[in-house]
């Protein structure tokens, strides 16, 4: 039990006997006394007035006696500022508090229990034309993150991904492949699978430019030269014959298919993420259709005279949806509601989130109302997890093609920058192997990466600043992570020394205020996993980690840990310490950011 809610129970039980009155402790306001004024918690008192009957100083001071009288082992002293009560905790709750929470290698985390809500969250949402970007490294972390909060709030979590493997868009990278490929490999070319079809997606677009503009020049308009241009006709016939079925364009669209999957898990795999399920829109496609038509047959949506089948969402505040063309083809809306479909044939699903951008915020809105319709229990609550654009500064890194930031390309520079920018501190370590110094490098440029990433409310636009993300100071993982890495150290060499964390804290004399403020900080951890569960915003554990760090620092400035004469005072800064790396560790993992032990 936290601090906090221990007080508040306190604070319950001597309104009842001081007033004959039960409240419930949960909605007692208190909150971390400002710090102008004497205190550790202060408890509003002007709500409880209708209870005492009696003015807010008097109704303050009755309550600060009785906390005094029966929970004297807790509360030490109290002052009255008006309507505000001010209560002061004994040293012994503090050390007591640092001692639970050391006992506790999961503190701040709900378990996760049998029965508990299946929470489904899909992201990362890939074509299969082209390599993963900036926008993905985004979406990526995000969706791991909020997987990971979610499990620290007691959730049962699934994690999904929708792989976009069909349409023209694949077409078109099959079809420069095999006029201009000559059988070309990931192995033959020693490029990754998702790089070497995306080159090829690329070169479709610079053949189909020029078609376009020999048609032009010869006369034609624009908009029919787009749409005769040779190149675009085959890949309509090619997306045709896969409709269909043929054998030949399947082979080719598994087997590269097949390159570009390979070459996204090692994406995956840099970033740190995965999935518990992964679906095809290869596969929803026709689920979605059976699933609008059978709608239709319920009267649910209606048919046009051209063959082409709505959902109309007037009643609802908004306009009319495609679900089917006229030519029985389906849209995005219609595979989203066939991939919900298979998903809760899958599993038993008690909430949806999608992690999505902005851009999409009108789909999800429909694709809510239409769920609900079809009858999916989840329909009208799930969640669109939307978050804004990220982009680099102009001229900092170019991609291969030269318009999107390539997510393998940011990775390798994060993490080369990380070891250039480390080097001077790692090179001061004893006994390092280069081996050991990659790893380090590794866990700081990735830490850099996503601390930045993360540490931005998702619903924001943001500008990742890859120089600034690297940075040791302020408000960037690096910072962080080498806290973290002293904390280890200052361990380590207490355990050297034979200097041990006991189970049972001593109490020293007194504690200094920054003592108790970190203690309290820590202490406050459950708060804010709980605070980004019920928000869905890991952004607010990046920054209470930042805040804790900080603070920790201060701390280590102003006080010796190791080198302090009071064995009692000792003790409890070591375990001071040792709470706060836990906390550091716990906070950055549900992030999906590593920690090293030394740097």
């Known amino acids: 039990m936290e601090i906090t809610d221990r007080i508040a129970s306190h604070v319950a039980e001597a309104i009842k006997e ?15 006394t400002r710090p102008e004024f004497e205190g550790n918690l202060t408890l509003v008192v002007f709500p ?5 009957h009696k003015k807010p100083e008097d109704t303050a001071r009755d309550i600060g006696e009785r906390l005094l009288a029966k929970a004297g082992g807790t509360v030490e002293r109290y002052n009255v500022v008006k309507g505000f009560l001010n209560i002061s905790l004994t040293v012994k709750e503090w050390t007591g508090m640092l001692e639970s929470i050391l006992r506790n290698p999961t503190y701040g985390f709900t378990p996760v229990r049998e029965g508990a809500p299946l929470v489904m969250i899909e992201y990362s949402s890939p074509n299969t034309n082209k390599p ?3 926008g993905h490294v985004r979406n990526n972390l995000l969706g791991w993150a909020l997987a990971k909060v979610m499990e620290a709030n007691g959730n049962r979590v699934v994690k999904t991904n929708i792989v976009n ?10 079809l420069a492949w095999q006029k201009y490929g000559n059988g070309e490999t990931p192995e033959t070319s020693g490029k990754k699978g998702d790089h070497l079809i995306g080159d090829y997606y690329v070169a479709f677009d610079k053949h189909y430019r020029q078609q376009v503009k020999e048609l032009t020049e010869q006369g034609m308009d624009e908009e ?9 006709r085959e890949a309509h016939e090619m997306l045709v014959k896969w409709e269909q079925g043929d054998p030949e364009v399947r082979a080719l669209w598994s087997t590269m298919n097949q390159w570009v999957y390979a070459g996204f898990d090692e994406t995956y795999k840099a970033l740190g993420v995965s999935f518990d399920k992964i679906y095809y829109e290869s596969e929803t496609y026709l689920e979605g259709k059976k699933k609008v038509l059978e ?11 051209d063959g082409s089948v709505w959902a109309d969402l007037s009643g609802e505040g908004l306009d009319e949806k495609l679900l089917l063309r006229a030519d029985g083809t389906s849209v995005y809306m219609t595979q989203d509601i066939g991939t919900a479909k298979l998903r809760y044939e899958d599993y038993p699903i008690d909430k949806m989130i999608y992690v999505v951008g902005n851009e999409q915020n009108y789909h999800f809105q429909v694709l809510s109302i239409l769920l609900d319709k079809l009858g999916f229990q989840w329909g009208k609550d799930l969640v669109h997890f939307s978050y804004g654009m990220v982009e680099l500064p102009n001229g900092k890194m170019k991609s291969r093609e030269g318009t999107v930031v390539d997510a393998d390309d940011l990775i390798a520079t994060m993490i080369e920058d990380a070891r250039q920018i480390s080097a001077d501190k790692v090179n001061r370590l004893e006994n390092i192997s280069e081996e050991e110094a990659s790893e380090i490098a590794r866990i700081v440029g990735m830490g850099a990466l996503k601390y930045f990433i993360l540490k931005v409310d998702a619903r924001k636009n943001m500008l990742f600043n890859p120089e600034e993300s690297i940075d040791f100071n302020g ?25 041990a964390i006991p189970e049972t804290l001593p109490v020293p004399e007194a504690l200094s205020d920054k003592e108790i403020s970190l203690i309290q900080h820590v202490a406050g951890f459950g708060s804010v996993i709980r605070q980004a569960g019920s928000d869905y915003n890991p952004s607010c554990i990046a920054n209470y980690c930042y805040e804790l760090v900080k603070e920790y620092n201060q701390f280590y400035h102003d006080f010796s840990v190791l080198h302090e004469t009071d064995e009692k005072k000792r003790t409890v800064r070591l375990a001071l310490s040792a709470a706060v790396g836990q906390t550091v560790k716990n906070g950055m993992g549900v992030l999906g950011i590593e920690v090293p032990e030394r740097m």
């Open 48 to 52: 409880l007035l209708r209870i005492s």
């Open 18 to 32: 001081l007033y004959g009155q039960e409240v419930a402790a949960a909605t007692l306001q208190l909150q971390e």
């Open 132 to 134: 993963l970007h900036l």
């Open 295 to 305: 709608g239709l047959e319920k009267g649910l949506f209606y048919r046009r005279e």
């Open 165 to 174: 493997d069909r349409g023209i868009h694949i077409c078109k990278s099959m």
């Open 224 to 232: 029919t030269a787009k749409q005769e241009a040779p190149l675009i």
């Open 475 to 499: 408000n960037t993982g690096p910072f962080i992570l080498y806290t973290y890495a002293r904390i280890r150290s200052i361990l380590r060499k207490a355990e050297e020394q034979g200097i």
